[in-house]
């Protein structure tokens, strides 16, 4: 099969290399001339693991372009991966999606044989059915179902994992505007997938709301996790992981995203919350739980710094390690170690800071007022206080026990997520709290 993916962005050319590398030619579009330009000396523009060695693999059968008309002309399916920034309101802005329909609907024109566009972007429900389609149908004077095809197709990926992710996916969410376009994006992924997951084929406006609501229920899950930790760190001898561990052996709750720490952050789980209450406020529904969820998880940075500074002076060094948003990603969107790291500074404490991957993304205004060291092991001796921030493997492979011998003063060591299991035989120079 030939397809085209326009929009060489993390998922985008994740996308395109993993097609590629089942078979397909793939022919991959961007505006940016350096991106394109960087992929067809055969050089990756873009940071996430296993890519450089994927398109290694798969440049053979991969060519790349600016020009989308074309593109379209000479493949059967069009894959559009293009980002939908949040307005003021919280709702997904359409315009990147539609600039692309605009440029896809003269090669529809054209075409005799049925072409299937379709949208991988996340949009606000009803926007297939309200904008799109409509618009490629007055634009190609063609008529969707007929002439064209019509498929609503996000994806369920994690930076840091975007290639296995794609490559094993638990589900396909599939909203197709008639049949044939569902049938033939069902059996794409049939051809390159290497799991057996589940085919959930339906409405456009049903795939719409999905997208949203999957996402807003993980993050309810881990919400509900870290109130736990909460619950048993107030109480003498409970532990949050013995009691996640039971709750997720019941298959109605299930063991992921179950695990007490900080709260949910990065570029879809924090938009996609507020792009749902936006799309209830509009359909004039009240939620409840939505908004609690938000509330709960932006409490945890107050609860945090109220925790660290009840125990050290204003003078005092805090050493945060991590700021990506999770392991093993250079992405600091939405961090909460980066909120965290906001409210020390601004209340005066100086900051020591180090994370494997992200230490070029702290953001500039920070430069100046934060220490990045090389190694863990120097951004702990430099503090008063440490905070594990993001469970990195590196972090817990430390070798706490022997490190604590070398402190040059006593500190308050906070594990977040209860990775650095020898920091606790930590003798009279550390105070040690695992949360939870």
Known sequence: MKISVIGLGKLGLCAAACIASKGHSVVG????????????????????????????????????????????????????????????????????????????????????DFHVVDVVSTVMPGSSQREFIPLLEEAAHKKRGVDFGFVYNPEFIALGSVIRDFLNP????IGASDEKSGSA?????????????????????????????????????????????????????????????????????????????????????????????????????????????????DSIVDYLFSMVAGRVGKEATIALLGFAYKPGTHITERSQSLALMNRFLEAGYRIAAHDPMAEVEIPHQYKDSVTVYDT???????????????????????????????????IHFFDCWRVAKNAARAGDKVHYWALG
């Open 185 to 297: 994006v069902r059996g794409l992924y049939e051809s390159f997938v290497d799991s057996a997951p589940e085919f959930a084929v339906m409405t456009l406006v049903n795939a719409e709301i999905t997208k949203l609501a999957l996402n807003c229920y993980v993050t309810m899950k881990i919400t509900y996790a870290n109130e736990l930790a909460r619950l048993c760190e107030a109480l003498e001898g409970a532990d949050v992981d013995v009691v996640t561990g039971a709750l997720g052996a019941d298959t109605r709750v299930g063991k992921r995203c179950l695990k007490g720490g900080l709260g949910f952050a990065g570029p879809c789980f924090p938009r996609d919350n507020a792009a749902f209450q936006k799309f209830a406020a509009d359909a004039g529904v009240e939620l409840f739980l939505s908004p609690q969820v938000v509330r709960s998880n």
């Open 376 to 410: 863990p092991e120097e951004t702990v001796t430099a503090a008063e206080a440490v905070l594990l921030l993001t469970p990195w493997p590196e972090y817990g492979a430390i070798d706490w026990e022997s490190l604590w011998k070398e402190l040059p003063r006593p």
């Open 29 to 112: 579009v961007d505006n940016s001339e350096p991106v394109v330009s960087a992929l067809k000396k055969r050089l990756c523009p873009i940071r996430e693991n296993g890519l450089e060695d994927l398109l290694e693999r798969s440049f053979e059968r991969m060519t790349f372009t600016m020009d989308a008309h074309e593109a379209v002309l000479s493949t059967d399916v069009t894959l559009i991966i293009v980002p939908t920034p949040s307005g003021p309101g919280g709702a997904f802005v359409n315009d990147r999606v539609t600039a692309v329909l605009k440029a896809v609907a003269p090669a529809l024109a054209r075409k005799k």
């Open 170 to 173: 638990d589900l396909v969410l």
